[in-house]
């Protein structure tokens, strides 16, 4: 909760008037799939996403006036050193469920960030981009 939502907040009452001089300032979160759908196990870590979330959707309504985008990258399984922990079954079984046969590459999830911190990306704002290669965990 302090890392993923509090310090966000916190910072960004700081940092809005900044933004805001800017004319075109842009807030991106690292959501997870797991935010809209949960997850056994990672009920702490799916509900805290979740409230990622709910807060962009209310903040960009706050800011919008203001020239901010606030928006929310969520992806879903992707090819990193935390997932590499698992074993070659588990990550078989995973690329299964995902419509895209394939993890994410970090590549994948970095495109759709910078398409939001783009000038051009001023009408996107409050929602939660889903980067999961439709898997709906």
């Known amino acids: 909760m ?10 960004l009452t700081s940092l809005q008037r900044t933004l805001a001089r800017s004319g075109h300032g842009r807030i991106v979160f690292i959501g ?3 935010g809209a759908s949960g ?22 309504q706050e800011v919008a006036s203001l020239g901010i985008t606030v928006n929310v990258v969520a992806p879903g399984a992707v ?7 698992f074993d070659p079954e588990t990550l078989a079984a995973v690329k299964e469920e995902i419509p895209a046969a394939r ?5 994948d999830v970095s495109y759709y960030v910078n398409m939001l911190m783009q000038v051009d990306a001023s009408y996107l704002t ?12």
């Open 2 to 11: 302090q890392v993923h939502l509090l310090t966000p907040m916190l910072l």
């Open 32 to 34: 997870s799939v797991y």
């Open 39 to 60: 997850s056994a196990m990672e009920v702490g870590y799916s509900t805290v996403k979740g409230a990622q979330s709910a807060f962009v959707h209310a903040y960009a």
């Open 79 to 85: 090819d990193t050193q935390m997932n590499a922990m």
């Open 103 to 107: 993890l994410a590459q970090p590549a």
């Open 126 to 137: 409050g929602q939660t981009l889903y980067v999961t290669g439709g898997w709906l965990a």
